[in-house]
């Protein structure tokens, strides 16, 4: 219930203005909306004020030509490789850095020696640091991991580099980087050439829980079984020369991925010739290493409605039962890519869907993947499926997709993206009885994953942010664009993707801001992946709606196809293309770890004092004998007390007749005299006023998690008729702890209840303080080893159906 309130008029409107004021202690304010340019870099002639590129923008263009051998039974990789380098900077440059990625497994390596014992994973958050309570312990991955690293020869071997003139260049390796001393200057717009010839022994994915690498199938029919490569910062790459970092040649840490030039790449790959090869580019001599009616299948897949097998699961199947000391060299070629990794195995069969996109710039785009007999039905029905689906979404939020292929590989790799090929993890369990099954989670984790690793191809492998820098610019604005493919293709899926499932991290201690650089982020998971995509669904859906929120994020995909955005490109962009002040947005979500919780703490109704005696005075009665009676008073009614003023009746004057709220000409006379001094427009406005008689209603909000929102409100009346109302997060703007506001409804409409943020859509973290009346906190008392019923996604369903039902008398139940 709400209570009422009088006021004067006069009053009514001292208050408003009042609001702003209220609690601004010198010394303890903090300005919410100030704004970023301070925080910001300054724009300049290669990145301007706009978050577009500037007019004098540039980037350097790295080509590569690769020839690599795959030598299977050594699971070593050898490969020469020539480089074409040309300088668009307006610098001399007389050094090249170059990323040696594979040197991160060498055991005197940075990444090694700085890797803290049940610390945080070195790709992921893996194991979060403990509470140091409990004893250490070593798991048995971590025992594998040492055995593996012990056992083997990591890092790169790298001989002959030289110039284009065949001369040796000097190097010196840095760690995880090589710098290239040129034997010339290389002047602003001048090209260069070197090449060199590297090695390195493939790292067991599993045992050591990289990007990249081997998993080992040691139970196919194939005599010490097969394997399958994924191959991925497997050659020297030029580290990225930039206008706002130089060379951004930060040492390999494991985490904090890649910042990498754009080019073009010719790569020959020899493999054993029963292998099957998925790669960035499209492949240029299928004649060589397809069969006929394997190129027969794949023209057939450009128009078909379901993926179709150019390696079937039978030829699979036959093909992991042998091996062969022959090799088939494929080659492929990609334009305009920032990277180029690739899988082979055996194992694989291959299907193919063409994606009919249509438009100029790239009408049909093949959707493959590559699985091996244990991806099984998952696989066969959704994986191209998926990376089509991706293209169609992302594609709407950005640009065409302009490349000839996009695939996705199964591998021991849980999920990494690559220009036009991804690696994804789940597979399918086999059962006794022959079958391959899957829970509902594995189903969710696959069509996730595809989608997810996809839709890096966009973010950052089209739009190349710097990933070792900002992980939240590839992954944040990835994750949010998963999260609209995931909820198109199957809204039922808990994809956990909504800004309510981000509050539990964001009241958390163990946190970050968003703009922290990649390596030094605690929980990587939350911080760069969920938190920076459930703020852009606040963005999009809450802030600044669909419309301007679309049209600013494909403006800034434009913007930044195939071109290096900074953080600032990407909050000017939002801003200056919605037209909408954000910097408060920012501050809030992407600069600070504040957590949003906003409490309406009361509402009061106000009613307008008339001035009229004739009226008030009927009020203010009507008021006062709404209270309850006294217990005392009660008490002597039931006991039958009667008061002197019953029992003596004839001794009643003037006042048993007229109580204080008798209205005498004086009070009229005093209103009349009010009344005219009023100005015309005065009067008019109280007339007007006590006419409508409307009511006026005053909602206290506090903000308890110091992230300023808008305020959203559901409001119930008496009618049983409700309405919402949103108020933009600048209410918060002179007084960001607390605010007023004031809430005129017409007469009769009174308001019974209020409802701050109905739909959850703030990400507000206590949902308690949002009810005015508060309402009973609904909880659940969970009985006794019940299970839990998030756990409910991961049972394999599939393979439990077929459990029959046990009665009491069954022998094995009373064992
Ligand atoms: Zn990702």
Known sequence: MIKPLLVSAALLCSLQAGADAIRQTKGDFEDKFRQLDEVLPTPNVYRNAAGEPGHQYWQQQVDYKIQARLLEEKRRLEASQTVHYRNNSPDTLRYLWLQLDQNIFKSDSMAELTTAFAGIGRRGPATEAGDGKKPAKLSMDELRRQQFMADHQLGYDIKDVRDGTGKPLKVTIVGTNMRIDLNQPLKPGQSTEFSLNYAYN???????????????????????????FQLAQWFPRLHAYTDYEAWTNKEFLGRGEFTLEFGNYDVELTVPADHIVAAT????????????????????????????????????????????????????????VRDFAWASSRKFMWD?????????????????????????????????EAVVHTMQVYSRFSFDYPYPVAQSVNGPVGGMEYPMITFNGPRTTLQDDGSRTYSQAEKRFLIGVVIHEVGHIYFPMLVNSDERQWTWMDEGLNSFLDGVAGREWDSD?????????????MVSSTQVPIMTQSDSVLRLGPNAYTKPAAALTILRETILGRELFDFAFKEYARRWQYKRPTPADFFRTMEEASGVDLDWFWRGWFYSTDHVDISLDKVYKLRLDTENPDIDFARDKAQDLDKPMSMSL??????????????????????????????????????????????????????????????????????LGGLVMP????????????????????????????VKKLIVTDKGKELTQVELDPRWETADADIENNFYPRRIVPSRV??????????????????????ELKNDDDKDNKQ
Request: aromatic residues 10%.
């Open 202 to 228: 493939i790292v067991e994915e599993n045992a050591v829980s990289a990007r990249g690498g081997y998993e080992h199938f040691p139970k196919d029919a194939r005599a010490g079984g097969n394997d399958i």
């Open 281 to 336: 580019g499209s492949l240029q001599n299928a004649e060589k290493v397809l069969t006929r009616e394997q190129r027969k299948r794949l023209k057939e897949a450009e128009k078909a409605k379901r993926p179709v097998f150019v390696v079937t699961e039978a030829e699979a199947l036959e093909n992991e039962k042998e091996g062969t000391n022959a090799v088939k060299t494929w080659r492929f070629k990609a334009d305009n």
């Open 352 to 384: 193919a869907k063409g994606y009919q996109q249509g438009g100029d710039t790239q009408p049909l785009v093949m959707a493959m993947s590559f699985y091996p007999k244990e991806g099984g039905d998952l696989w066969k029905k959704y994986s191209t």
């Open 493 to 505: 899926m808990p994809w956990g993707i909504e800004p309510s499932e981000i509050v539990d991290y």
């Open 634 to 703: 009660e008490n002597n009614r039931k006991q039958g007390i009667r008061e002197w003023r019953e029992l003596n009746q004839d001794l009643r004057d003037f006042y048993d007749e007229n109580d204080r709220w008798t209205v005498t000409n004086k009070e009229r006379n005093k209103y009349n005299k009010f009344i005219k001094g009023l100005e015309d427009w005065e009067r008019a406005a109280l007339e007007r006023a006590v006419q409508e008689d409307k009511n006026y209603y005053v909602l206290e909000f506090s903000n």
């Open 711 to 738: 305020i959203i409100l559901k409001l119930d009346y008496a009618d049983g008729s409700s309405e919402t109302m949103r108020i933009p997060a600048e209410i918060w703007r002179r007084s960001p702890k607390e």
């Open 782 to 803: 969970e009985a006794y080893k019940s299970e839990k019923s998030k756990a409910k996604i991961h049972r394999d369903i599939m393979q439990d159906i077929k459990t």
